[in-house]
């Protein structure tokens, strides 16, 4: 069966700190993945999407940026954390996109 | 862009009642979703629907997917304590990815 693992759970950074979020899947091949963020209180935005190595689209221009070196695996990376990037990521992963499958999510709180 | 605009943002249940929230869009989605996030989880899918029209249960919940393919609605009957928690409708966008809804927060009343 798939199964989706992302790690940390909860990561406290300071500003200015660098930040890698990782993400895989087991149990499928090729899928599509994808990193959200959802601040607290409202809803899930779409940061970066990937149909396959090295393939990476991002949705918003922002201080992240993101990477797929192997088929599984996904990781989301910041040079520099600004405040402004705290909030609940989340990993998900989808096959042909229909029901996407999401990870337990990293609360990352920077101060 | 392609936008849901998801109702009520959040409402107060008593176990025991019926819950309606619904999904609409000014654009035509192919596939409606129906995402539950419990807190400090990531979402679940509850529902899928692939056809317009079509109308799926799932236990206590009850979802259709609208005959013009821009709206949804879900529907929970008798509700329980665990029933609360964010739940997020999604529709497929014209370019495959899904597009969600800002989530409707079920919270118990006090």
């Known amino acids: 069966s798939q199964t989706i693992h992302q790690w940390p759970a909860t990561l406290v950074q300071p500003v200015g700190s660098p930040l890698s979020l990782e993400c895989t899947v087991e149990?499928?091949?090729?899928?599509?993945l994808y990193w959200y963020r959802q601040a607290a209180g409202r809803g899930l935005q779409l940061l970066f999407y990937?149909?396959?190595?090295?393939?990476i689209s991002s949705e918003v221009p922002q201080n992240l940026s993101a990477s797929r070196p192997q088929d599984r695996q996904f990781i989301l990376s910041s040079k520099k954390l600004l405040l402004s990037d705290s909030g609940f990521y989340l990993c998900?992963?989808?096959?042909?996109?229909?029901?996407?499958?999401f990870g337990s999510g990293t609360r990352l709180t920077v101060v | 862009g392609q936008q849901l605009n998801q109702s009520p943002q959040s409402m107060f249940i008593q176990e025991g009642e019926d819950v309606s929230m619904n999904c609409t869009s000014s654009?035509?989605?192919?596939?409606w979703l129906w995402y539950k996030q419990d807190p400090g989880e990531g979402p679940v899918l509850l529902i899928a629907?692939?056809?317009?029209?079509e109308l799926t249960s799932n236990g206590r919940l009850t979802a259709q997917f609208g005959i013009t393919r821009k709206d949804s609605f879900l529907n929970i009957s008798a509700s329980i304590p665990s029933d609360v928690g964010i739940y997020f409708c999604?529709?497929?966008?014209?370019?495959?990815?899904?597009?969600f809804g800002k989530g409707t927060k079920l919270s118990v009343k006090p």
């Open positions: 998900a992963w989808s096959v042909f996109q229909y029901g996407y499958t």
């Open positions: 149990g499928t091949s090729n899928p599509n």
């Open positions: 990937s149909v396959g190595i090295g393939q």
């Open positions: 654009s035509i989605f192919n596939t």
């Open positions: 629907l692939y056809k317009a029209g």
């Open positions: 999604a529709g497929e966008g014209s370019q495959g990815n899904l597009i």
